[in-house]
């Protein structure tokens, strides 16, 4: 007596090799940029800073808002778009700019 086979189905845990080298989304490269190294905390698309006391600074990073909670902080530079911040950060937050169904109403 013959048995059964059930077909095989793919995997879904692995990616494919082209889904691995596929271009990311158009959007991608204009998300804003963020590095922790340290003690500091390096952004890239900072468009201005929202609220600055030693215990919280708030930054508009188009999109996104990132608040950086902590003790010390100083802002040690701030050159275009790139902001470097300093101190003791404890938590970073992000929330979206419009609450809506982002057609920024």
């Known amino acids: 007596m013959k048995r059964y086979r059930h077909p095989r189905r793919p995997r879904a845990g692995s990616p494919r090799p082209a889904d ?6 158009p959007d991608f490269y204009r998300l804003p940029d963020l590095t922790i190294r340290g003690g500091q905390v390096a952004t890239d698309g900072c468009r201005r800073v929202l609220d600055f006391t030693p215990e919280k600074i708030c ?20 050159a275009g778009y790139r902001l470097v911040a300093a101190g003791q950060i404890a938590r970073i937050e992000f929330s979206r700019k419009w609450k809506g169904g982002g057609n920024g109403v």
Not at 20 to 25: C, G, I, N
Not at 59 to 78: A, F, K, M, P, Q
């Open 20 to 25: 691995l080298f596929r271009a990311p989304a």
């Open 59 to 78: 930054l508009d990073l188009g999109r996104t808002l990132v608040t950086l909670y902590g003790e010390e902080l100083r802002i040690e530079s701030l």
